[in-house]
Nanobody, 121 residues
């Protein structure tokens, strides 16, 4: 079993910063890319940022230059530094690891339960 757990969410004023963390635990041999998605009320879940095991990153246009994704491969943890937050960043943020390989060789797609971020204007 593999679990992803997010932390670091909460309430922040517009213009402020938050840092989200997501730790993967369990029977893990390797993790390829890790990413962050978000879902605002009444909207579809959308990609925020992705980082590969080699450190290559991809960002949604709406967060580019404000958010930074990073990871600690040794700790199977991914981070999302969010700066200059706007009210439209309010959403539930989800961590995703789409290709987690176990020591037994199986590969799975895993999601965290999500964490709320509220940006007040």
């Amino acid at each position: 079993q593999v679990q992803l757990v997010e932390s670091g969410g909460g309430l922040v004023q517009a213009g402020g910063s938050l840092r989200l963390s997501c730790a993967a635990s369990g029977s893990i041999f390797s993790i390829n890319s890790m990413g962050w998605y978000r879902q605002a009320p009444g909207k579809q879940r959308e990609l925020v940022a992705i980082i590969t095991s080699g450190g290559a990153t991809t960002y949604a246009e709406s967060v580019k230059d404000r958010f930074a994704i990073s990871r600690d491969n040794a700790k199977n943890t991914v981070f999302l530094q969010m700066n200059s937050l706007k009210s439209e960043d309010t959403a539930v943020y989800y961590c995703n690891a789409p290709r987690v390989r176990t020591p037994g060789g199986s590969v799975g797609d895993y999601w965290g339960p999500g964490i709320q971020v509220v940006v007040s204007s």
